[in-house]
């Protein structure tokens, strides 16, 4: 039961912090009105930058750039360089995010995986305790082990939270 013995997870966010960081995602939010949601079909369909286009995408603007006679009207080089401007502003931001949320889910997983280790443990234990007849072990150990007798038996009974 080596968790037992070493918890590198021993605290909880205060409600003021959990408050602090629901404002500062609010305020992302806020700052980026534009920020928009895609279908998952928008998605898989429309065309991605990479290292390779993007290089294409800035001759290309360069070119409309130093070309404009040859533009059509109703071509807007203005606006391609504003998208562009826009993917590499939100480049930065999103790297950041991702650091941020790679943490986030590490640190819950690391305080899932203790609290459950630990549970099992204490399952373990109760079941030594209800073998040696401790008083009151028995119904702490039958209600805890239904949690794996309704999933072997497919019955649903049993929480599975």
């Not at 918890?7 to 939010?29: F, G, H």
């Not at 993007?54 to 750039?65: H, P, S």
């Not at 209800?130 to 119904?139: F, I, K, L, N, T």
């Amino acid at each position: 039961m080596p968790n037992l013995n070493f918890n590198r997870m021993n605290v909880t966010a205060t409600s003021e912090q959990v408050n602090a960081v629901k404002a500062a995602l609010q305020a992302i939010n806020t700052n980026l009105p534009f920020l928009t949601g895609l279908t998952p079909e928008e998605r898989s369909t429309l065309p991605s930058i990479n290292v390779n286009n993007k290089v294409f995408t800035e001759d290309a603007i360069n070119a409309g750039l130093n070309n404009a006679s040859l533009i059509p009207s109703y071509v807007s080089v203005a606006n391609m360089q504003s998208d562009l401007t826009l993917f590499h502003q939100l480049d930065e931001l999103i790297l950041l995010t991702k650091q941020t949320l790679e943490k986030l889910e590490d640190t819950q997983l690391l305080a899932g995986s203790e609290a459950y280790t630990s549970a099992l443990a204490l399952y373990r234990l109760f079941g030594s305790a209800a073998e040696a007849a401790v008083p009151g072990a028995d119904s702490i150990y039958a209600q805890l082990k239904e949690r794996f007798t309704s999933n072997l038996s497919g019955s649903g009974s049993g929480s599975n939270s």
